[in-house]
Structure formats: structure tokens, C-alpha cells
């Protein structure tokens, strides 16, 4: 079983930053692709980022390259997403996803966690 738990999400005003982390406290998911996708109030969830299991691969949304950078430490099952410069337009709920395909799309991962709220003030 995997289960997904995100953290490090608050409040902060424009042009801050913020971190946050998925970890898994379930089996071993270094072969999984690990994925960050937004939702936003009233909004569909949207694809933010991907990397492949060694890192090697990843994917960003137009919307958030050059200020956002996800990593991952696999010996310690956890995912980071970075967020540099934020803006109030990144304001949603994130969520960390893990899957098999480095997608883009919601059907591409098999796990979810359950979101943490980032909240970027003007």
C-alpha cells in the first residue's frame, strides 16, 4: 500500500517561497514517477510537476518553470517541491501523486495524497 502525506504548505506573501514534501509510509516507491498537481477553488485539479525515480526526468508546467523544483530523496521516501517567487495565481490546494507514467495528466498516476493548502497573499 501507498500512502501519501504532503506537508509545508501555509501562508506567504508574493514573492516568497515555500517547500513542500510527500512522503510515503508505505511500501518502497523508488520506481514510482512522483508527480505535484494544484487545485485552485472552483478550478480543475492542473498538473504542476513530475520526475522519473532517479531524477533524471522531469516535467514542469509552463505556469511555474524557473520558479518551481521538485526533487525527491528515495532512501528517504519523500518528494520536495520547491516554489520560488510565488505569486497569488499559485494559490490551491497541492497535491503529490505517484504513478507509472511521467504524465501530465490526472489518469497517469495511481495515488494520491490528500493536499496541503499553499496560500500566496499580494
Known amino acids: 500500500q501507498v500512502q501519501l502525506v504532503e506537508s509545508g504548505g501555509g501562508l506567504v506573501q508574493a514573492g516568497g517561497s515555500l517547500r513542500l514534501s510527500c512522503g510515503n509510509s508505505g511500501r518502497a516507491w523508488s520506481f514510482f514517477i512522483m508527480g505535484w498537481f494544484r487545485q485552485a477553488p472552483g478550478k480543475e485539479r492542473e498538473f504542476v510537476s513530475a520526475m522519473d525515480w532517479s531524477g533524471d526526468r522531469t516535467a514542469y508546467a509552463d505556469s511555474v518553470k524557473g520558479r518551481f523544483t521538485t526533487s525527491r530523496d528515495n532512501a528517504k521516501n519523500t518528494v520536495y517541491l520547491q516554489m520560488n517567487s510565488l505569486k497569488p495565481e499559485d494559490t490551491a490546494l497541492y497535491y503529490c501523486?505517484?504513478?507509472?507514467?511521467?504524465?501530465?495528466?490526472?489518469?497517469?498516476?495511481?495515488?494520491w495524497g490528500q493536499g496541503t493548502q499553499v496560500t500566496v497573499s499580494s
Open positions: 501523486a505517484a504513478g507509472r507514467l511521467l504524465g501530465t495528466n490526472l489518469t497517469d498516476y495511481d495515488y
